[in-house]
């Protein structure tokens, strides 16, 4: 089964992928995540997993757009903790390290680790993974790289600190995309992601709430975005969870007169945090 992915091998998507789809899986790396949807829009790939949120830094606001506009479906979901580790050729120590490359996202995350050791050298990259692989091909002695686990089993790393990331409850959300719906059927599914967007009216939007939080659903979110070409319009991302089909499918009878478009993108099963 071939998978996209935003990153290079051994990266957090990888990981995300594996989790969700299993380790019998063939990552196709993507350098965008425009490159990623296309892929799976263009069918050469089977399916497409793809971040949406972090809980730290909030909405990846030019992904709901990407979304809205592919024609893909959303068939579930998965939550990522973010561990990340410094890693180095075997047999180097912490003591041997003088350099230290990864994303700049990532050493922002670990800064207050990586200002314990104020010889380091940081050094920004595009990837995280790729700093792992990099320190591997070119056997860069002196050099550690700051990635997942994932990077120091497939370059042959080894882990010199662990979890070194300042914020221990980080977390990232991706979406599993395909070109088409597949319902859930071991389970019943209990959460859907829809957009729509309402008239420019007073209290459109209000009165969609209303009916949602009666029929007793979750809006577990709620993104805005503009509708391009337009003036003060904006296009709503929901996620709602609830406890039966039935009941959100009444809610979605209820809403759809109050909107002036409404798309479902999936129902799915609530993802599992690892």
Not at 107 to 118: G, I, K
Not at 130 to 141: G, H
Request: hydrophobic share 40%; aromatic share 8%.
């Amino acid at each position: 089964m071939k998978i996209a992915i935003q990153g290079y091998a051994g990266c957090f998507h990888e990981i995300a992928a594996r989790n969700y789809f299993g380790t019998d899986i063939e990552p196709v790396p993507c350098s965008t995540f425009a490159e990623l949807i296309n892929r799976v829009r263009k069918n050469e790939v089977d399916h497409g997993i793809m971040a949406i949120e972090n809980s730290i830094a909030g909405s990846i606001l030019p992904n709901y757009s990407l979304l809205q506009k592919s024609g893909l479906y959303v068939n579930g979901e998965t939550y990522l903790h973010i561990r990340q580790h410094l890693m180095g050729l075997p047999g180097q120590t912490m003591d041997d390290i003088r350099e230290v490359h990864s994303h700049p996202m990532a050493l922002l995350q670990c800064m207050d680790f990586l200002s314990r050791h104020p010889r380091f050298r940081l050094v920004e990259t595009e990837d995280t993974a790729l700093s792992a692989k990099l320190v591997r091909q070119k056997r860069m002695k002196h050099t550690a790289a700051i990635a997942g686990k994932l990077a120091a089993d497939l370059f042959n790393l080894e882990i010199l600190a662990a979890n070194i990331h300042t914020e221990k409850k980080n977390y990232t959300r991706f979406l599993a995309l395909s070109r088409e719906e597949k319902r859930v059927k071991e389970k019943e599914p209990n959460k859907s992601s829809i957009y729509f967007h309402t008239s420019n009216t007073l209290g459109s939007l209000a009165a969609v709430l209303t009916r949602i939080a009666e029929e007793g659903i979750n809006l577990s979110k709620l993104q805005s975005f503009p509708i391009p070409g337009s003036e003060w319009k904006y296009y709503f991302h929901a996620d709602m969870e609830f406890s039966a089909l039935e009941q959100f499918e009444k809610v979605v009878r209820k809403i759809s007169p109050l909107t002036a478009s409404l798309k479902i993108l999936g129902i799915y099963k609530k993802g599992k945090t690892i």
